[in-house]
């Protein structure tokens, strides 16, 4: 089928409109008229299930997906066989995945290696070639994704043989032994020259030298420190009420806890190894149509506009990165143990489309916080790593862009963090329990203890509402005033370290903290525990909204409560 309508830019064409049709007819050919099918334009890509007349639409509106040339979600075959129709199924074509696959290697050799990369594989000058351990390695990925699976197969090369089988067991949710035992029954079934690898480890060894390697390391036990930097020699916790050993035993090698960090900087990098990532990550400011009454991206929020009239020379080039952060707890045990808690945070680049985004391939695992219980406040301790590499990113490290063909200077920013009520506590350091619980507005909180309970009613929430709401008068359904307050105005990043800078800070859950009857309040009768260790990011202060409540998580436990007190849980 002749695809070359794909590549016309103008909607209006006839010729595009004919191929719309067309490719609209072969998807049809085997499903009923009112069956959706998953919609190629540029925004569903194929994510979304549409019918036959939405998706038309969206085609002729918004433009097929151009590098979706191969109909696999629409009935083609993944295989392509040649029936006679070779003039519209050029050898460029057949091959589309491996050249891509091998343009990104050639993009990645040049973003480590500069720009005489091209020629680096015959190269005998030593200068080209002084880290032999990493480009022997390199060099060996790259013959690995020219070399044929099997004599006469070219449509698999070993490396896009093996990442296409991770990417579905990635996908489908396949276990390891599901996966071993599918490549035993490759061995079997292709020939014996087949170059299929003989288990998941084998497989995984195959494609490291691609990055995204993660850092073991060393915690205490206690949550008081990290054994790095000048703590990476010691056998025992430097925290004189801890003492704790590294090690499980006198003598042994093997660690009480380990955190695992997943370095930003090579991720954001390969962000830009491939050549259409690289132009979306300029989206937010070359694409995106912004109207001051919709927001469609978080490019459109206050928050965005004002950190780019504060920093400028950071704005003025849209490849910057603006990050977000967002964490929560979980059992990895589902229902077998209800004690232990793990905590990811993660990362999410906002320079994307929505939809984008907000897929699963561009959450970026940052941190991976150990059990068996929450940080609680130490969760500062194992923000280490990722606060210093942020420090590192907003100075800019150098970066090869596949899109331009250039190398820049990539920044990334922290713009917020994303979580519930008590992870809100964690992060921002501010007690979100007792008289005091609003993080807004902290000593001016409303509440009223219920005896009976025990417990505490927030109330006054209605000075947030417009002076002459009809509610404000009431006082009957309330708590028997009026409320004409005007709502509490959040402190500035300025004005909240004002108020922590000089609070001292200890960390870990030692036995003189669990022993302590109660937490001793502030010197300044606020609810502030600590220092927030994203304030040492230099523009976190500056930032107009730095916490952002998860919605889901807030409105789950609210309707909870109120169904556990209508029923009398």
Known sequence: MDKTWMKISNRKDKAYELGVKNFLKFAYSQKVENQKIPCPCTQCNNFCNQTKTVV??????????????????????????NCGDSTEHGDGEED????????????????????????????????LNANHSDTDNFLKLLEDAKKELYPGNHFYSKLSFVVTLLHLKTMSGWTIKSFNALLEIFRHALPPEATV?????????????????????????????????????LDTCPNLNCKEPRYKMEGSRVLRKVLRYFPLKPRLQQLYTHKEIASDMRWHKEKCVHDDNIMRHPADSEVWKHFDRLHPDFAVDPRNVRLGLATDGFN????????????????????????????????????????????????????????????????????????????????????????????????SRWSTKGYQACPICMVETTCVHLPHRKKLCYTGHRRFLPIDHSWRREKKPFDGNVDFRNPVAPLSGNEILDQVQNMEVNFGKTKVQSNA???????????????????????WADLLLRHNLDLMHVSKKCLRGCHCHNYGY
């Open 517 to 539: 009857k109660k937490r001793k309040r502030s010197e300044s009768g606020l609810n502030w525990t600590k220092k927030s260790c994203v304030f040492e990011l230099p523009y």
């Open 56 to 81: 038309e639409d969206h085609l002729l509106t918004q433009g097929i997906r151009k590098s979706y040339t191969r109909w696999i979600h629409h009935g083609e075959q993944f295989r392509h066989q």
């Open 197 to 233: 690898p003989k288990s998941f480890a084998d497989a995984k060894k195959l494609i490291r030298d691609l990055g995204f390697k993660s850092e073991k390391i060393h915690a205490c036990v206690n949550d008081c420190v990290l054994f790095r930097k000048e703590n990476e020699n």
């Open 96 to 127: 589309s995945d491996t050249e891509d696959l091998n343009d990104m290697l050639h993009d990645i050799g040049t973003a480590q290696w500069g720009d005489n990369w091209a020629g680096r594989e015959e190269s005998t000058d030593d200068s």
């Open 332 to 427: 990895p045990f589902g229902t077998m143990s209800s004690a232990y808690s793990i905590w990811p945070i993660y990362l999410v680049p906002y320079n994307l489309p929505p939809w984008k985004c907000m897929r699963d391939p561009f959450f970026f695992l940052s941190i991976l916080i150990p059990g068996p219980k929450s940080p609680g406040n130490e969760i500062a301790v194992y923000m280490e790593p990722l606060i210093d590499e942020l420090n590192e990113m907003w100075l800019g490290v150098e970066t090869y862009d596949a899109y331009s063909g250039k190398k820049f200077d990539l920044r990334a920013a922290l713009l917020w963090t994303i979580n519930d009520f008590p992870a809100y506590a964690m992060l």
